[in-house]
Each structure stands twice: as C-alpha cells, then as structure tokens.
C-alpha cells in the first residue's frame, strides 16, 4: 500500500488566502503548503489507485504529485473541503465509483451518497455506492469500512483500508468523541492520519473554547468539531499506530510550531 498526503489543510489552506500571519508567511517562503484535504491510495498489487475525499485543490494536487488518477473514491462527509473536487470528474473519467455512507443523517434528512449523488447527477461518469457504516466493502483491492466519528451537526466517518497486510485508519473530520467500536477498528493500523486543527492553546480564541478536556484541563476537542493536536496525539496514543501523522491543519498553529513533527504537509509519501 504505498500512500499518498495530497492534502493535509483545513478548509482554508494554509496558506490562506489573503492571510500574513507568521505562519502563513513561513509557508510562503519555505514553499509549503497545506491545500484542502485529500488522501491516495495505491494498491502496488493491483495497480489500482483509490482516493479518499475529492478536494477542491484536486487539480493542483494531481499536477504537484507524481500519482496515478483514482480509480474509485470515498466521500467521508459533505463539507465542501472533501467533496466539492468531485467536478473535476468532467472529461477526466469515463467511470467513477463513489462509496459513501448510506445512513440518513438527521440534519439533512439524506445519507451522504445522497446528497453526493443529487449533487453530482449531471456527471454521467459517476456512480454513487452507499456502503453501510462498520460494514466491509472491497475497493481497488482493499477491503475498506467507514467508521463513525462525531462532527456535528453532521454525519462523518473515518475510513479504514486494509489490504496485503497492511493498515491505514484515517479519524475523518472529528472531535474527541469518537465512538468506542469506531476506535477499536481504528487500532492497531500502520499508519493513521488523525485530524487537529489547532493546538489546545488556541481553544481561547474560538467562541465555544474546546471540549473533551483531559485530566490536566486540557481540551481534546477544538469548538465542537475537530480535535486539537493534544487531543488527536492523545487519540493516537490510545490506538496504537505504528505511525501517527497530523492532518487537517490549520495555520492556527503558531509559526515555531506549524511545520512540527508530528504536522503533515502535501507531499508526505509512505509505503505500508
Ligand atoms: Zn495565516
Ligand atoms: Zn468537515
Ligand atoms: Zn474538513
């Protein structure tokens, strides 16, 4: 499984746009970037490659990286950073199979195959299949489950990718509060990509402050939808990775801090 961070930044990116705070400056000038996110999956044996939510910066992300065009993707949620790429599909493929969940989310009275499927109908390219959550479905080779995670208000899933041996589990967008059987199919992988969107020091400045907060006081999760990096390395922690990476990065992180280990940038590659 050879494995690809096309995109590691929240919804603005970092850099953001029209931003000349320290961290986006030092992005500027080191030529690092942190675009919308994004994940490729390439199974080596059946040279197959599955992408894990479309970003908007798919164009730019498949131009910069040397990786084949997908052969099936996965839509964790409906926010805009990991579904809104899906319209480069035009012209670019002939057939596209899309997995997404196919439990109703209360907030929008349909699953997230539905709303990728009204949303994308007139892309006669694609082909959307609802998967049940913490239910196997084979992908490019891999055998692969979306997980349950907590960003509300709406429904999200973490993914699960498994195949010859090895393991990726990505959180998904989420707070703290993922559900233990989410968690335990988590565990144990080669590599997870856990959200943190900003350090539990900048909880200060959101106007609900964080959530979760550990025995020290500290919050794991950021407002009420994503993790903060405590939260996230305590999560990481708690399943076990062999090796843990730090996505959906905001340039939040203060300037010394943003391009730390564990932080993924574009461009990260491993080999599973
Ligand atoms: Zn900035
Ligand atoms: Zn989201
Ligand atoms: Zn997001």
Do not use: W
């Amino acid at each position: 499984m050879e494995v690809t961070l096309l995109g590691t930044g929240d919804t603005t990116g970092t850099p953001t746009v029209g931003c000349d705070c320290d961290t986006c400056t030092a992005a500027r000038e080191n030529g690092v970037e942190r675009s919308r996110f994004s994940v490729h999956v390439r199974n080596e044996r059946t040279d197959e490659s599955l992408l894990v939510d479309v970003s908007p910066d798919f164009r730019r992300q498949f131009l910069d990286n040397d990786v084949a065009l997908p052969d099936a993707a996965l839509v964790t949620h409906i926010h805009f950073d990991h579904l809104d790429g899906l319209g480069n599909a035009f012209r670019l493929f002939s057939d596209l199979p899309v997995h997404a969940a196919n439990e109703t989310d209360p907030k929008t009275g349909e699953s997230v195959a539905d709303t990728v499927r009204g949303k994308y109908d007139y892309l006669d390219a694609l082909s959307v299949h609802g998967q049940r959550p913490l239910e196997t479905f084979e992908a490019c080779g891999f055998d692969v489950t979306f997980v349950p995670v907590s960003h509300p208000p709406l429904v999200c899933y973490g993914v699960v990718i498994e195949g010859d041996g090895a393991k990726l589990a990505i959180t998904g967008d989420t707070n703290y509060g993922i559900p233990d059987e989410s968690r335990a199919r988590l565990a144990d992988a080669d590599l997870l990509l856990a959200d943190a969107i900003a350090p539990a020091s900048f909880c200060e400045h959101h106007p609900l402050g964080g959530d979760h907060h550990d025995a020290d006081g500290t919050p794991r999760t950021f407002g009420t939808k994503h993790m903060t990096r405590e939260g996230a390395l305590s999560l990481a922690d708690e399943l076990g990775a062999t090796e843990t990476r730090l996505v959906h990065v905001s340039h939040f992180f203060p300037a010394d801090e943003a391009f730390a280990e564990p932080l993924a940038v574009d461009g990260e590659h491993y080999a599973l």
